[in-house]
């Protein structure tokens, strides 16, 4: 039971490049989630999902896209990465939006 | 709109009890989470609470007043591996349920 897991761990892009960071739950969660946390700051929801086939936007959603393909996989995309996006970003997944399980994060810096 | 407040850095000693306060403005206002993030980490679930009132698990304890706006989580007996991020976090019906995260504070503990 690995809980809730995501790839890649660490990326570094150039301005303007693209990119999928996938997250994966085994624990039969319907809500996913993808946040960012800056520097010193707490979590941002960018966008979310409360169930396969649907997602929805979060606090900070622009420069983002999601995908729900399969209840277990979420993945976030940056079409064409900005420094401002530079983040650690945080999956997480849970029941019934309750208690979360977040995955260990993505370490992202735009140059 | 949302805001939480929380303050940005408590400082306790090895074996006390510190108390971290969260107010928070929402006008649909669902519950109150906690959670628990050490320098590096993901953050890990430590309570909620959707009543008034006082929520014991072990030594954490987390009490919320929904006429006041306010709650806060208490640890006791505090431990070297205590010292980590603290956030609440509230679930508010003008965000769709969906988690609003404070800044967090930062628990430094002393021999």
């Known amino acids: 039971n690995a809980g809730v897991t995501q790839t890649p761990k660490f990326r570094v892009l150039k301005t303007g490049q693209s990119m999928t960071l996938l997250c994966a739950q085994d624990m039969n969660h319907e809500y996913m989630y993808w946040y960012r946390q800056d520097p010193g700051m707490g979590l941002r929801l960018i966008h979310y999902s409360v169930g396969e086939g649907t997602t929805a936007k979060g606090e900070v959603p622009d420069g983002y896209n999601v995908s729900r393909l399969k209840k277990q996989n979420f993945l976030l995309g940056l079409e064409s990465a900005a420094p401002s996006q530079t983040s650690v970003y945080f999956c997480a997944s849970s029941y019934a939006g309750r208690e979360q399980y977040f995955g260990p994060g993505t370490r992202l810096t735009v140059t | 709109g949302q805001s939480l407040e929380q303050p940005s850095e408590v400082t306790a000693v090895e074996g006390a009890i510190v108390q971290i306060n969260c107010t928070y403005q929402?006008?649909?206002?669902?519950?109150l989470s906690w959670y628990q993030q050490h320098d590096g980490g993901a953050p890990t679930f430590l309570s909620y609470?959707?009543l008034d009132g006082l929520e014991e698990t072990g030594r954490f304890s987390s009490f919320l007043s929904r006429s006041d706006s306010y709650g806060y989580l208490l640890l006791q007996e505090l431990q070297m591996k205590d010292s980590a991020s603290y956030f609440c976090a509230v679930r508010d019906l003008d965000s769709n349920y969906q988690l609003i995260w404070g800044a967090g504070t930062k628990l430094i503990i002393k021999p």
């Open positions: 929402t006008s649909g206002f669902y519950g």
């Open positions: 609470n959707a």
